[in-house]
């Protein structure tokens, strides 16, 4: 598992990347109440915002990590997005993104350096 | 003014509880505790919570000739009818200005031979030196050596009258003072959550074993700004500087009801109070815009600063939104806003622009939660 700067971690099966947030990141959001995913399909340019995520206090972006095509999206967290609280490592993964150059992966931490850039 | 945020006598105690703590109005103030913001909203409405209010402006006004002197003289500077005010009781105002704008909205109530006033915790310095150049022959007393706690919901009565019995003979709007095991006690029975509820006030050095005594019974939760944001809005009741200010007048705000007729043309003590001209005008013939409840239809909330338009392409914006959030207790996103008169009837469709995209809004009945107070 890798993480990004802006509290996301990434999950990578080939050139297939899962994307969430991290504890910490959820923990500083407080209660989401709101999630609005990308489409299935939408090609997507690193850094561009694709997912909005609001809490009971305000609205913030999940950035795509690598370019590419979003390839599956999880629709359960628009019904239950508490569970980006409950469970932000495991079921509220928020998408999947199948990236056209898996190198640009290279460049995020991994626990270790994440746990200390968090400090 | 300085730099350093100024703490209330519960500061050790909201850190002892795991508090967030933010500034706010000039103090370093509890924004959630370990439950969160969600689940506090949700424990007012079905026990109770626990709120350190004491960093409003709790203010005592006394008038050689006593209570009815004092309250004909706050009638020169605010709406309504004081001096009708029943000894024992409390009713809402807003202080006007020359434009008919809102200075600030307060709690006013009838104690003995003397005026209570709580106001807002950011105006409260202008509000007292209004007070002071507004009210000649009164003397103006901020209470510096009180906090005030609120404790809201259905479980309040039951709560606080374990520690003072006397409460539960009191109804909604209410003020007493009774003697308890913290000393003298200032109790109304009201608040800031469309709940059953009191507010209490106690002497500083009293305050953190009177709140220590009510977070020690398992209905009571410490709830922080946060949910006091949303249990507020919820229950349709305004924000200074957000839903009300300078520029916005009671009609335009929908507080009309706080007007009483004696106040309005044809009354007794029609008028009489700044920015009079332009309120009891617009008493009569309407204002051009309103404050109004928003439901947006989706699941996004409409937040402060939203314009509203009435169409989902094109168009000027008509209107913006004052206040919006999550409603824990609704479930669904819920926010106010002004909208002009003419599309302020309930069931009003609008659209209101979130990330560049409009989203349909409906113009809603205020409050949100039906309101609970034991009348």
Same mark, same amino acid.
């Given at each position: 598992?890798?993480?990004?700067?802006?509290?996301?971690?990434?999950?990578?099966?080939?050139?297939?990347?899962?994307?969430?947030?991290?504890?910490?990141?959820?923990?500083?959001?407080?209660?989401?109440?709101?999630?609005?995913?990308?489409?299935?399909?939408?090609?997507?340019?690193?850094?561009?915002?694709?997912?909005?995520?609001?809490?009971?206090?305000?609205?913030?972006?999940?950035?795509?990590?690598?370019?590419?095509?979003?390839?599956?999206?999880?629709?359960?967290?628009?019904?239950?997005?508490?569970?980006?609280?409950?469970?932000?490592?495991?079921?509220?993964?928020?998408?999947?993104?199948?990236?056209?150059?898996?190198?640009?992966?290279?460049?995020?931490?991994?626990?270790?350096?994440?746990?200390?850039?968090?400090? | 003014?300085?730099?350093?945020?100024?703490?209330?006598?519960?500061?050790?105690?909201?850190?002892?509880?795991?508090?967030?703590?933010?500034?706010?109005?000039?103090?370093?103030?509890?924004?959630?505790?370990?439950?969160?913001?969600?689940?506090?909203?949700?424990?007012?409405?079905?026990?109770?919570?626990?709120?350190?209010?004491?960093?409003?402006?709790?203010?005592?006004?006394? /008038?050689?000739?006593?209570?009815? =002197?004092? $309250?004909?003289? %706050?009638? #020169?500077?605010?709406? @309504?009818?004081?001096? *009708? !005010? &029943?000894?024992?009781?409390?009713?809402?105002?807003?202080?006007?200005?020359?434009?008919?704008?809102?200075?600030?909205?307060?709690?006013?109530?009838?104690?003995?031979?003397?005026?209570?006033?709580?106001?807002?915790?950011?105006?409260?310095?202008?509000?007292?030196?209004?007070?002071?150049?507004?009210?000649?022959?009164?003397?103006?007393?901020?209470?510096?050596?009180?906090?005030?706690?609120?404790?809201?919901?259905?479980?309040?009565?039951?709560?606080?009258?374990?520690?003072?019995?006397?409460?539960?003979?009191?109804?909604?709007?209410?003020?007493?003072?009774?003697?308890?095991?913290?000393?003298?006690?200032?109790?109304?029975?009201?608040?800031?959550?469309?709940?059953?509820?009191?507010?209490?006030?106690? /002497?500083?050095?009293?305050?953190? =074993?009177? $709140?220590?005594? %009510?977070? #020690?019974?398992?209905? @009571?939760?410490?709830? *922080? !700004? &946060?949910?006091?944001?949303?249990?507020?809005?919820?229950?349709?009741?305004?924000?200074?500087?957000?839903?009300?200010?300078?520029?916005?007048?009671?009609?335009?705000?929908?507080?009309?009801?706080?007007?009483?007729?004696?106040?309005?043309?044809?009354?007794?003590?029609?008028?009489?109070?700044?920015?009079?001209?332009?309120?009891?005008?617009?008493?009569?013939?309407?204002?051009?815009?309103?404050?109004?409840?928003?439901?947006?239809?989706?699941?996004?909330?409409?937040?402060?600063?939203?314009?509203?338009?009435?169409?989902?392409?094109?168009?000027?914006?008509?209107?913006?939104?004052?206040?919006?959030?999550?409603?824990?207790?609704?479930?669904?996103?819920?926010?106010?806003?002004?909208?002009?008169?003419?599309?302020?009837?309930?069931?009003?469709?609008?659209?209101?622009?979130?990330?560049?995209?409009?989203?349909?809004?409906?113009?809603?009945?205020?409050?949100?939660?039906?309101?609970?107070?034991?009348?």
């Amino acid at each position: 598992m890798k993480f990004t700067e802006e509290h996301e971690w990434l999950r990578a099966d080939g050139d297939v990347v899962a994307v969430g947030i991290t504890e910490h990141a959820s923990e500083q959001l407080g209660d989401v109440v709101f999630v609005e995913l990308p489409e299935v399909g939408t090609q997507v340019t690193k850094g561009d915002d694709i997912v909005v995520i609001e809490s009971v206090k305000a609205a913030s972006d999940i950035l795509a990590p690598v370019d590419g095509e979003i390839i599956e999206i999880n629709e359960t967290l628009a019904d239950d997005p508490g569970k980006v609280n409950s469970d932000p490592l495991g079921e509220a993964w928020f998408f999947k993104i199948k990236a056209s150059d898996p190198s640009q992966m290279d460049e995020y931490m991994d626990e270790d350096a994440y746990k200390d850039f968090i400090g | 003014m300085s730099d350093t945020l100024r703490r209330t006598p519960l500061h050790a105690l909201h850190l002892e509880l795991g508090a967030k703590m933010v500034p706010f109005a000039g103090y370093d103030m509890p924004v959630q505790y370990p439950l969160g913001v969600m689940k506090e909203h949700l424990h007012t409405r079905a026990a109770a919570g626990l709120f350190d209010v004491s960093h409003m402006g709790q203010v005592i006004v006394r /008038a050689e000739g006593g209570y009815d =002197a004092a $309250a004909l003289t %706050l009638e #020169a500077l605010v709406p @309504v009818d004081i001096l *009708g !005010l &029943g000894e024992g009781r409390q009713r809402y105002g807003v202080f006007t200005n020359e434009a008919g704008g809102i200075g600030d909205d307060l709690m006013i109530a009838h104690r003995d031979d003397h005026l209570f006033v709580v106001v807002n915790a950011a105006c409260k310095e202008a509000d007292i030196a209004h007070m002071r150049a507004g009210m000649p022959g009164c003397e103006v007393e901020e209470i510096t050596d009180r906090a005030l706690l609120a404790l809201q919901g259905p479980r309040a009565e039951a709560v606080l009258s374990a520690l003072v019995p006397d409460v539960r003979n009191m109804r909604f709007m209410d003020v007493a003072v009774l003697d308890s095991d913290y000393g003298e006690l200032w109790i109304s029975r009201s608040g800031y959550t469309g709940e059953d509820g009191f507010e209490v006030s106690v /002497a500083n050095e009293n305050a953190e =074993a009177l $709140a220590r005594a %009510l977070l #020690a019974n398992d209905e @009571v939760e410490p709830i *922080g !700004l &946060g949910a006091r944001d949303s249990l507020r809005l919820e229950a349709g009741l305004c924000l200074y500087g957000h839903d009300i200010d300078s520029t916005t007048t009671p009609v335009e705000a929908a507080l009309a009801w706080a007007i009483q007729k004696l106040r309005r043309n044809g009354g007794a003590r029609a008028g009489g109070f700044p920015g009079a001209d332009v309120v009891l005008e617009q008493l009569e013939s309407g204002a051009s815009r309103r404050r109004v409840g928003l439901r947006p239809e989706g699941r996004a909330p409409m937040r402060e600063g939203t314009e509203l338009y009435a169409r989902e392409e094109g168009g000027a914006p008509l209107g913006r939104v004052t206040s919006g959030a999550f409603g824990p207790t609704i479930g669904a996103p819920m926010s106010m806003g002004y909208v002009p008169s003419e599309m302020a009837e309930t069931g009003t469709m609008l659209y209101g622009e979130v990330r560049g995209k409009r989203m349909p809004v409906k113009v809603a009945k205020m409050p949100f939660t039906p309101a609970n107070f034991k009348r």
